[in-house]
């Protein structure tokens, strides 16, 4: 099996301080929490960004100020958001990417999102991909239903993203697909062979979907932005323990983990 490749969701665009005090919401504080991410063993670094309020935001200059205090601390693949929060524009969102990260997530269709709907219809995922082309980022295909990867392979089939393809399956958003074995197993035998692929679980389900990955030779997103418990009922301290954890149990089960330049390999970044 290939090395495992941890990413680290490091905020998100959902929780406050009052769902976790651990959460970061400075560029500094973003970039800190990354570097303890990366020290801990993630190869990736999945950000998202925060005003002066703790708002997200998909501001350009906030991001590019968070990039580059990231990179100035350590040398994790940088994969911004394009999906920002529930209700920004598709304009809004798409900011980061012109800043020419290594990596983009791009949403592969419309979902359910708790109470709010997550809009990403075709128009808008051709338009993403398109951008990312134009500026050299990979992205990353991000599946929170089964029906989104017959999306990103009509996207392939047009030539709007180029294989061998990366997927991350977001499981366990209320309204989206659960996280369950069968549920995973489907979505990898899916996928276009020869593509990589992560799993990231929610809230509680983010420990065994990390540990299914580690298993079945794909990898494993962590952090707060998806889970803010180390076990029920006590709070995670950051998103190091989480990354920690991941490392560990791959290791118990004899998987390496792959520093950033293996990674880089794995995913087809130059
Ligand atoms: N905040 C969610 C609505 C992504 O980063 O691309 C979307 C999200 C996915 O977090
Ligand atoms: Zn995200």
Request: hydrophobic share 45%; with cysteine.
């Amino acid at each position: 099996m290939e090395k495992l490749i941890v990413t680290a969701a490091v905020v998100g665009a959902e929780l406050t301080r009052e769902d976790t005090p651990h959460l970061p919401l400075t560029p500094g504080e973003i970039a800190e929490e990354a570097r303890r991410a990366c020290e801990a063993g993630a190869s990736v670094v999945h950000l998202h960004a925060r005003d002066p309020d703790g708002r997200p935001t998909q501001d350009r200059d906030t991001y590019r100020k968070i990039v580059e205090r990231v990179r100035e601390r350590c040398n994790a693949i940088v994969q911004v958001s394009t999906g920002g929060a529930v209700g920004m524009t598709a304009e809004e969102r798409l900011q980061p990417v012109e800043l020419r990260p290594e990596m983009a997530s791009l949403t592969a269709g419309t979902v359910n999102f708790g109470d709010e709907v997550f809009f990403n219809p075709r128009e808008l995922m051709v338009r993403f991909a398109e951008a990312m082309k134009v500026h050299g980022v990979k992205p990353e295909i991000e599946i929170f239903d089964a029906g989104m990867v017959a999306n990103a392979i009509w996207l392939e089939r047009k030539g709007h993203v180029v294989a061998p393809l990366h997927f991350d399956f977001v499981l366990g958003v209320p309204g989206a697909l659960p996280a369950s074995l069968k549920n995973l197993l489907h979505l990898v035998e899916t996928i276009p062979s020869g593509s990589t692929w992560s799993v990231a679980g929610i809230g509680p389900h983010q420990l065994p979907m990390a540990a299914t990955a580690v298993l079945l030779g794909g990898h494993a997103r962590v952090g707060l932005e998806d889970n803010v418990y180390y076990r029920k009922g006590e709070l995670a301290r950051g998103n190091a323990p989480l990354v920690e954890r991941g490392v560990r149990l791959a290791r118990e089960l004899g998987r390496e983990v792959a520093e950033p330049a293996e990674a880089r390999a794995i995913l087809g970044l130059d």
